[in-house]
């Protein structure tokens, strides 16, 4: 039973315009949201953040969609770079345990 | 500090032989988890510390696999009798108690094959 999804394993984008990778959750008691990138042969590197209570967080070229009625949360990444290519991991964890739970992974590919 | 430091990074064995990798957390967090990672899924939760204490253990975790803790600072991951199912990335990670907005800071795994 995968409570995050990311339904697209892969996106391709012009360098320059906007990536937009998408994540589904199923489990309404989770209280963060949590987006990391991992590079090849190294491990994830936590990107930004956001708190159920909200939703909207930027930080930088990132933002972060939170829409909780429908269970869904984005990340905007704009403009895109090249150095941006890589795999992202949407997260959640949930009010009662201090574990993340992990989504399967959108690899994005920023070309130039 | 140099972040979360995990070894061995490669580690190839035959079936049936035991194993342990090692994690040094951040100095100051005191927060300890362990994931798996195999290849076109994201990481999956095995179990984590506070301190010494091991809180928690994911149904994933056979009687084939101990973790401990010793003293609160480093761990250690063991897999005895490896299956060829075993096979994946092993990534740890560390974060301070209270920190849920800052995500863990994870090390760069071992790449566990089993043959």
């Known amino acids: 039973d995968q409570q995050v999804k990311q339904n697209s394993p892969s996106l391709s984008v012009q360098e320059g315009r906007i990536s937009i990778l998408n994540c589904d959750y199923t489990?309404?008691?989770?209280?963060?949201f949590l987006w990391y990138k991992k590079y090849p042969a190294e491990g994830p590197t936590f990107l930004i953040s956001?708190?159920?209570?909200?939703d909207k967080n930027e930080d930088g070229r990132f933002t972060v969609f939170l829409n909780k009625s429908a269970k869904h949360l984005s990340l905007h990444i704009v403009p895109s770079q090249p150095g941006d290519s890589a795999v992202y991991f949407c997260?959640?964890?949930?009010?009662?345990?201090?574990?993340?739970?992990f989504g399967p992974g959108t690899s994005l590919s920023v070309i130039p | 500090d140099t972040g979360v430091s995990q070894d061995p990074r490669h580690k190839i064995t035959k079936r049936g032989q035991n194993v342990t990798f090692r994690c040094d957390p951040i100095?100051?967090?005191?927060?300890l988890y362990w994931y798996r990672q195999t290849l076109g899924q994201g990481p999956e939760f095995l179990t984590y510390f506070q301190n010494e204490a091991q809180l928690e253990k994911s149904r994933l975790l056979s009687d084939r696999f101990s973790a401990e803790r010793p003293k609160g600072s480093f761990s250690t991951l063991e897999i005895q009798r490896t299956e060829q199912g075993d096979s994946a990335m092993y990534l740890c990670?560390?974060?301070?108690?209270?920190?849920?907005?800052?995500?863990?800071?994870f090390g760069s795994g071992t790449r566990l094959t089993v043959v």
């Open positions: 100095s100051e967090h005191n927060r």
């Open positions: 489990n309404s008691m989770f209280d963060y």
């Open positions: 990670a560390s974060s301070l108690s209270g920190d849920s907005a800052y995500g863990y800071t």
């Open positions: 956001i708190s159920s209570i909200k």
């Open positions: 997260a959640a964890r949930e009010t009662s345990y201090d574990k993340v739970i």
